[in-house]
């Protein structure tokens, strides 16, 4: 079992920046994909990013350019840094594991907030 905290959340104004961070309770280093995803108010959960053990990061469209994911193996951490933000990023951003390379994820944050004023 594998403990999400995720932080780093907040009140940002458009084209400001946030940098999100999800702390493990275990090592990632055998976990295949770390990802965040996002659900605003009244829409579906949405990928936003994920980065592989073996490097490979991966954006939703709406957020390449802007968004970077990392991790950083020895610390158990994942950051989603979040540059030009804009209102419709406004979202809970929840942090997930995964171990398999297929399938669903296996644990997930409690999820932080982002809001985003115009």
């Known amino acids: 079992q594998v403990q999400l905290v995720e932080s780093g959340g907040g009140l940002v104004q458009a084209g400001g920046s946030l940098r999100l961070s999800c702390v493990a309770s275990?090592?990632?280093?055998?976990?295949?994909?770390m990802g965040w995803y996002r659900q605003a108010p009244g829409k579906q959960r949405e990928l936003v990013a994920t980065?592989?053990?073996?490097?490979?990061?991966n954006y939703a469209s709406s957020v390449k350019g802007r968004f970077t994911i990392s991790r950083d193996n020895t610390a158990n951490t994942v950051y989603l840094q979040m540059n030009s933000l804009k209102s419709e990023d406004t979202a809970v951003y929840y942090c997930a594991a995964r171990r398999r390379i297929f399938g669903p994820y296996d644990y997930w944050g409690q999820g932080t907030q982002v809001t985003v004023s115009s």
């Open positions: 980065a592989t053990s073996g490097g490979s990061t």
């Open positions: 275990a090592s990632i280093l055998s976990i295949n994909y």
